[in-house]
């Protein structure tokens, strides 16, 4: 069965950034199962795994506007350290969590002033191109279900 909208995929990746260096992968036996054509995995690859069959693998090359977006310089924003939480020492590249009226947002800490600090709102691979290898190692019709609620049910899933 090939993936096209509506399937669910189980899927072994593993993602670099090009040099090599795996930043990201599935677990062993373990494979990542998402709905295909419901935007759960970046749009470049998605695309570039339309049509593929259980057991193929693939490499596929992700710029940043089909990924995660490119970065941009207005995601940077500089806080009061008094809107920090209290006892907090904030550091260069810890990640903070901010609730805002669109729910949770990470925020990266880049810099560290006496008064303040400089946080980015940008997904941390924005900007970057991604580098994934692909194994499809399962793909089957969607449950009603699952369609209706918008995700995979089962191992790999939101109910596995």
Do not use: C, W
Request: hydrophobic fraction near 35%; charge should be negative; proline fraction near 8%.
């Amino acid at each position: 069965m090939k993936i096209a909208n509506g399937r669910v995929v189980a899927l072994e990746y593993r993602l670099h950034l090009g040099d090599g260096e795996v930043i990201d992968q599935s677990a062993p036996g373990q494979p990542l199962a998402y709905l295909h054509g419901h935007k759960q995995i970046v749009p470049g690859l998605e695309g570039a795994l339309e049509g593929l069959d259980t057991g193929e693998s693939k490499q596929v090359v992700v710029a940043p506007a089909q990924g995660y977006g490119d970065h941009n310089p207005e995601g940077l924003r500089t806080v009061p350290r008094t809107m920090l939480p209290p006892g907090f020492t904030p550091q260069v590249g810890q990640t903070l969590m901010a609730q805002t009226e669109d729910g949770n947002v990470p925020l990266r800490i880049q810099a560290v002033n006496d008064d303040s600090v400089v946080v980015d709102l940008n997904h941390p691979l924005a900007g970057k191109t991604l580098h994934f290898d692909v194994t499809v190692r399962e793909v089957r019709d969607a449950t009603q279900e699952e369609l209706t609620h918008g995700h995979v049910h089962g191992p790999g899933g939101a109910h596995g």
